[in-house]
């Protein structure tokens, strides 16, 4: 069984081990969907910002292949550029460096073509997939991903394809997937780790704060 999921963001909580976040105990990190670290107290300077982000982007990915999960990543691009990233593209430190310089960066939902293409990869390696999905009530990414898999079941019939709707988003979901992964590592079947997350996921609390209300008007979160 391989585990999967679409946002690689929500490493940030599990990422900060302790030998980063308690030297810094006075720092208060605010978490919202799909950008990362949106504040720090003002007691930290520029420097020691940029070392936390350094470091938390490297055991970000070495979290990721720890866990042995497989990341679709969505993707973002700036007003006034062409090119297209994906959340691991671009260092958190230049993304919000341009953001402080007044760019306007807007994000897209998977389409159902990318969740295929990497579903696929995970069956053809002879594995079965259990997708942990973005909160639909948030995004359209998660039903691009249902679309996928049933495109595939067909393809595949002998493997084991299952989706869940986390219905979570940002650290909620990396906790979310922490466990489900704990739950693969103590030898639960594909069905037992969904039927887990199904019974736990409304038992989770979702807490988060923002800076500046502009990003959540621009993504139409709140009304003018």
Known sequence: ??????FDWFFRVIAFHDDVTLQYKDVDIA??????????????????RQQILDRYMSKRMQCAKEWGVDLVSMTFRFEKEEREYG??????GEFYGKIKNGAIAKTAAINPEKFAEAFEEVLKSGSDLLYLGFSSGLST???????????????????????VG???GSAGQGLLLYLAVQKKKGGTTIEETAEYVEENKL????????????????GGRISP
Request: glycine fraction near 2%.
């Open 31 to 48: 978490y919202f969907e799909n950008t990362g670290l949106s504040y720090h107290s003002p007691e930290l300077c520029a420097k020691e």
């Open 166 to 168: 986390t219905l979570c």
């Open 141 to 163: 990414t998660y039903n691009s991903a249902v679309m996928a898999a049933n495109e595939l079941r067909e393809k595949y019939p002998e493997r084991k394809i299952i989706t």
């Open 87 to 92: 959340n691991a593209d671009m260092p958190i």
């Open 1 to 6: 069984m391989r585990i999967c999921s679409d």
């Open 203 to 218: 038992n989770l609390c979702h807490w988060f704060t923002v800076d500046d209300l502009v990003y959540l008007k621009r």
